[in-house]
């Protein structure tokens, strides 16, 4: 199966800051990934998913101004919190589809907003 | 109502318990996977089913289209299966239906 990265694994930042999210295959080229959020007790929300070499397309109700998706190689997809806020804060986790239809997802990444 | 409803949300058991973890889904699917996610958030898929069922040492996963119900079963459950199960369904392209998860604790 693909092993997917992410880093940072844990991030604090200000009210106002801007946080860059890394989301890397390892071990396959991945022209589309997924992005999505995690609230505490909550399921999985697919924010956008991330195509390589064109713009990412966002779920209704996501602001792509606010949450910035590059996906600049087959093997890293990016993904920026922009101005964050405290409701910013949750659990981001990128995915990828590889084999035979199945995904795989990275380890997440835990931001939290003061 | 959501698309992918699963039963228990909660659920505790003795090491050792035969453990059932119910999905049940509302839309037509290409695929169900079935996912595991520990205490420290990283998500591991367990299974992806079409039909019929499939078994992985002491996890089994069953699916009936026709009801489109699937059960996740644990045997001889350990503590190291505490997490959450989370049901997943696919259906068109890459658009996937998550379950809000069922938290398992195995107490020893």
């Known amino acids: 199966g693909a092993v997917v990265s992410q880093h940072p694994s844990w991030v604090i930042c200000k009210s106002g800051t801007s946080v860059k999210i890394e989301c890397r295959s390892l071990?396959?080229?991945?022209?589309?990934m997924f992005w999505y959020r995690q609230f505490p007790k909550q399921s999985l929300m697919l924010m956008a998913t991330?195509?390589?070499?064109?713009?990412?397309?966002?779920e209704q109700g996501v602001e792509k101004d606010k949450f910035l998706i590059n996906h600049a190689s087959l093997t890293l997809s990016t993904l920026t919190v922009t101005s964050a806020h405290p409701e910013d804060s949750s659990f981001y986790i990128c995915?990828?589809?590889?084999?035979?239809?199945?995904?795989?997802f990275g380890p997440g990444t835990r931001l939290t907003v003061l | 109502k959501n698309e992918v409803e699963q039963s228990p949300q909660n659920l505790t058991a003795q090491e050792g318990e035969f453990i059932t973890i119910n999905c049940s889904y509302s839309?037509?699917?290409?695929?169900l996977h079935w996912l595991q996610q520990h205490p420290g958030g990283g998500i591991v898929s367990l299974f992806m089913?079409?039909?019929g069922k499939k078994k992985h040492g002491r996890l089994i996963a069953t699916i009936n289209i026709q009801e489109k119900h699937s059960s996740l079963h644990i045997t001889a459950s350990h503590p190291r299966d505490s997490a959450v199960y989370i049901c997943?369904?696919?259906?068109?392209?890459?658009?996937?239906?998550f379950g809000t998860g069922t938290s398992l604790t195995v107490i020893p």
């Open positions: 997943a369904v696919r259906v068109t392209g890459n658009q996937f239906y």
């Open positions: 991330s195509n390589e070499g064109s713009k990412a397309t966002y």
């Open positions: 071990d396959f080229q991945a022209t589309t």
């Open positions: 839309v037509g699917i290409s695929a």
């Open positions: 995915s990828l589809i590889a084999g035979y239809n199945e995904q795989f």
């Open positions: 089913l079409s039909s």
